[in-house]
């Protein structure tokens, strides 16, 4: 395992072990990660849960693709749940606890293994590069001996709200007073005062009830830990984060921003999904005209109310847009004694549809959001849906539901002004008013202005001598240095 170098040095060959929180939205970026390390000449293993592993092997171009490549493979290790436990939104603490309990045994047990004796004949790993979300994944690599990086695939203006949790507890700003105004403005995250509001922060700080509140206790504590990383990467760019990622920089020195990772690795048409792709919206869409189109998706986690789906329905109809709406087959909330079935619809309703609108299962996101048909996109924003918009340069409308969503809309709307927020609101007559505003309003050009003016931005910072090409360079110098 050892090559010469130019200087005569003998050095090992850098293999780095690329190690995902098991959510679609961290494996997509993950993978993009991946694949431009393994790009730049570096061993790739990418570690998934078996779970995970199934679900990619069946859905996902990028899998057969990678794993054609000589120095790159993928591996699993069991998550700890049960095959009928669900990995939904519901559960998600409880996955996050037993990747921390029950999966860290076998992770330690993998990174042994790769560590002394290599069954495949690959070198040893030399670099962890595991979620932020995971910060045992630090204590067991260092254990082991091998140097740990740290990749949190939420924004940094949400990194650097779950860094100042501890100062808004100390300071009485959450938990929120009973019947506080979600409009008040938040002090205590530097940066944003003349901005952000209590609805605006992430949604586990409007959800705690008092001060050992699991959930903010996790998120913070989780977030906290990420110094404790050799260094810590994140999907953003300078330009657009800058003020966040300098904050960060104090708690964490080493932080790369190398987003937006979907237009670094420029492979668009190959995502990491764990779901099966309809590509006939593809068709559709070529059917339809420039800019028509209203493309709706809430992710992969985000579930919604019967109520919430039906006046959201009744709103995209209302607005007179044609659409494309990813409805996944576990969209709606079942809990709470409903029936299997999903509600009636009315007969308009369906009949609009039919004409000028598209529901699929799951789409190809980023080639949707790139087509010259799509003239907006309804997100719950989620950072990697954000980010993929900013790279296509489309306007948004967000509906945010929880995490770094209330956060990310706010900087969508009021900071980069690419976007309006319909945070909290969900009535038909709200959806066909802002629906329409951003596709044919008194903002729509600003809207659609500033969008194009952000991705060439985005462009810039990942073209050769950008600041996220760069950022990526040091990192991979960072990788090889563990090495040498
Ligand atoms: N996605 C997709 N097809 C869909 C819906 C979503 O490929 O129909 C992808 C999307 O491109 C993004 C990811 O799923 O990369 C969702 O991640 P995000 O962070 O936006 O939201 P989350 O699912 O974590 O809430």
Redesign the pocket.
């Known amino acids: 395992y050892l090559c010469l170098e130019m200087d005569g040095c003998r050095r090992k060959e850098a293999h780095v072990l690329v190690f995902p929180f098991p ?3 961290m494996v ?2 993950m993978l993009k990660l991946a694949d431009l390390l393994s790009g730049a000449g570096l061993h790739v293993t990418f570690l998934n849960t078996h779970h995970n592993h199934r679900r990619l092997s069946q859905f996902s171009g990028a899998l057969s693709r990678l794993a054609q490549r000589p120095k790159f493979r993928f591996a699993s290790i069991p998550d700890g749940l049960s095959e009928e436990e669900t990995r939904s939104v519901f559960n998600f603490f409880d996955l996050e606890e037993s990747m921390r309990t029950r999966a860290a045994t076998s992770f330690r047990d993998l990174l042994l293994a790769y560590r002394d004796k290599d069954t495949d004949g690959w070198p040893p790993v030399t670099c962890v590069i595991a979620d932020g979300l995971m910060p045992f994944t630090i204590d067991v690599s260092e254990e082991v001996g091998i140097p740990a990086i740290m990749f949190r695939t939420i924004s940094a203006c949400c990194v650097w709200a779950y860094l100042c949790i501890p100062n808004l507890l100390e300071s009485g700003e959450i938990p929120f007073p009973e019947g506080a105004d979600l409009d008040e403005p938040v002090r205590g995250v530097a940066g944003m005062e003349s901005f952000l509001r209590r609805r605006d922060l992430p949604s586990f700080c409007r959800q705690a009830r008092d001060q050992m509140d699991r959930e903010l206790q996790v998120m913070s504590s989780v977030t906290a830990s990420t110094n404790r990383a050799r260094a810590l990467i994140l999907n953003t760019l300078e330009s657009l984060e800058g003020s966040a990622l300098s904050h960060i920089r104090k708690h964490s020195p080493v932080t790369y921003a190398v987003g937006p990772l979907n237009a670094q690795a420029g492979t668009s048409s190959d ?1 990491g ?1 764990l ?1 099966q ?1 309809d590509r006939d919206c593809m068709t559709w869409l070529h059917a339809q005209p420039d800019r028509s189109v209203v493309y709706v ?1 809430f ?4 579930v919604v109310t019967r109520e919430e789906y039906m006046e959201f329905w009744h709103g995209l109809v209302d607005s007179g847009q044609r659409f494309l709406w ?1 409805v996944r087959s576990d969209l709606i909330n079942m809990r709470g004694g409903g029936t299997e079935e999903k509600p009636a619809v009315p007969a308009e309703v369906e009949e609009w549809t039919r004409d000028r609108g598209c529901i699929v299962g ?5 080639e949707v959001l790139a087509h010259p048909s799509v003239g907006c996109f309804v997100t ?1 924003s ?5 980010l ?1 918009c900013i790279a296509a340069g489309k306007p948004m409308l967000c509906w945010p539901f929880f995490a770094d969503q209330q956060i990310n809309s706010r900087f969508v709307s009021a900071v980069w002004e690419i976007g309006l927020d319909m945070k909290d609101l969900c009535g038909r007559s709200i959806v066909e008013k802002m629906v329409r505003e951003v596709m044919e309003g008194e903002r729509s050009e600003e809207l659609r202005r500033n969008a194009r003016e952000m991705a060439e931005m985005a462009k810039k910072s990942v073209a050769e001598g950008g600041t996220s090409y760069n950022d990526l360079q040091r990192l991979i110098q960072h990788i090889m240095s563990f090495s040498s």
């Open positions: 959510g679609q939205g997509n970026c995502s999904s779901w792709e998706s992710g992969s986690l985000t990813v799951w789409a190809p996101q980023e719950h989620g950072w990697n849906s954000t993929e």
